[in-house]
């Protein structure tokens, strides 16, 4: 059986439990292919992962990694194939786990093409950030589409990530006014560079004020929220009237006690998701919506993953170290 390389999480706990190690090939199954990965995007849910926090959904790999790029080297290429993708074509693919690897089965619905003058780093960037910032900031957030209408506002907590850097530049795309949150000057600076209006040293300014202060006391219309706990009601106060908070991760905290009554008042919706346990079928729909309104842009040149730093892939522990310094601006890659 064909051996690969792999990087597996011996047991929960610090970056050095990642360890490089053999495994068999994978092989992929009805609808599936096989990707001879070049480089892999490292995430918060991989961290999350590796502390025993964050178990993978029933049937995917344990090996950590939700982001790949490669060549897509064989399987079911005659199934869902919207992209007319083929063996020997350079892709891009969100997974649910196995990113870690040589060779990473995704299905194919979960595939994009490379977009054009990309390099394999800049490609492996793209799958878990945009999926996520797509499904949630336009897709449940409505931005642009809610009660301000077609330019409206949004806050974006922690502007500095790779969750935060793309939902600036998608933002900023889109027409829409951008506030963001960092914590220092050159992270502000960052955002701005990217497309923030506004951006907001948490350390040391409120955020509520700052938004209140720049709007005239209306608020935002959505709020990307990161932290939750008790920014929650915070972020309540600052939205404007139709406002919706969108949660998709709690590093604050998971808990928080609201004003049920400023949410009929306002006519505020609360709402989250998370994304790797979405069905194929829901996230082979996102992947049709990111090439049709986001790849163009992407191949424009409007739109572009920042990368902060790049690992061998021999490295992850301390591509996690970096990770959980967050001293970075963008994405943090392996690379094989």
């Given at each position: 059986m064909p051996m690969m390389q792999v990087i597996e999480i011996s047991h929960p706990g610090a970056p050095d439990v990642l360890q490089l190690?053999?495994?068999?090939?994978?092989?992929?199954?009805?609808?599936?292919?096989?990707?001879?990965?070049a480089a892999a995007g490292v995430n918060r849910p991989d961290v999350f992962q590796r502390k025993g926090n964050y178990p993978p959904p029933p049937g995917a790999s344990d090996l950590?990694?939700?982001?790949?790029?490669?060549?897509?080297?064989?399987?079911?290429v005659d199934h869902d194939n919207p992209f007319a993708l083929k063996r020997g074509d350079s892709?891009?693919?969100?997974?649910?786990?196995?990113?870690?690897?040589?060779?990473?089965?995704?299905?194919?619905?979960?595939?994009?093409?490379?977009?054009?003058n990309f390099s394999m780093i800049e490609a492996a960037a793209l799958p878990e950030?945009?999926?996520?910032?797509?499904?949630?900031?336009?897709?449940?957030?409505?931005?642009?589409h809610g009660e301000g209408g077609p330019c409206e506002s949004v806050l974006v907590q922690g502007g500095s990530s790779g969750i935060g850097v793309t939902a600036i530049q998608l933002a900023h795309a889109f027409g829409q006014r951008i506030f963001a949150t960092a914590g220092n000057a050159e992270k502000c600076t960052a955002c701005e560079k990217l497309g923030a209006d506004i951006a907001i040293n948490y350390r040391e300014q409120d955020f509520v004020?700052?938004?209140?202060?720049?709007?005239?006391?209306?608020?935002?219309?959505?709020?990307?929220?990161?932290?939750?706990?008790?920014?929650?009601?915070?972020?309540?106060?600052?939205?404007?009237?139709?406002?919706?908070?969108?949660?998709?991760?709690?590093?604050?905290?998971?808990?928080?006690?609201?004003?049920?009554?400023?949410l009929m008042r306002r006519r505020i919706v609360v709402t989250g998701s998370t994304l790797r346990a979405r069905s194929i079928a829901f996230k082979g729909t996102l992947a049709r919506q990111l090439h049709e309104k986001v790849w163009p842009l992407l191949e424009a040149g409007k739109v572009r993953p920042v990368i902060h730093d790049v690992f061998p892939a021999a490295q992850a522990a301390r591509a996690h170290a970096l990770m959980e310094s967050s001293e970075h601006i963008g994405k943090i890659m392996l690379q094989w």
């Open positions: 190690a053999e495994r068999p090939m994978p092989t992929p199954g009805p609808g599936e292919v096989l990707i001879k990965v950590p990694g939700l982001e790949v790029s490669g060549t897509l080297v064989e399987g079911d892709v891009c693919a969100l997974l649910a786990g196995g990113g870690y690897a040589e060779y990473a089965v995704a299905p194919l619905s979960q595939c994009l093409p490379s977009p054009k950030n945009y999926f996520t910032v797509w499904s949630n900031l336009f897709e449940r957030g409505q931005l642009g004020d700052v938004v209140k202060q720049n709007t005239g006391g209306r608020g935002v219309d959505v709020i990307l929220d990161m932290v939750a706990g008790d920014y929650i009601p915070r972020e309540l106060d600052t939205l404007a009237e139709g406002g919706r908070l969108v949660i998709i991760a709690t590093l604050g905290g998971s808990k928080a006690t609201i004003d049920a009554s400023l």
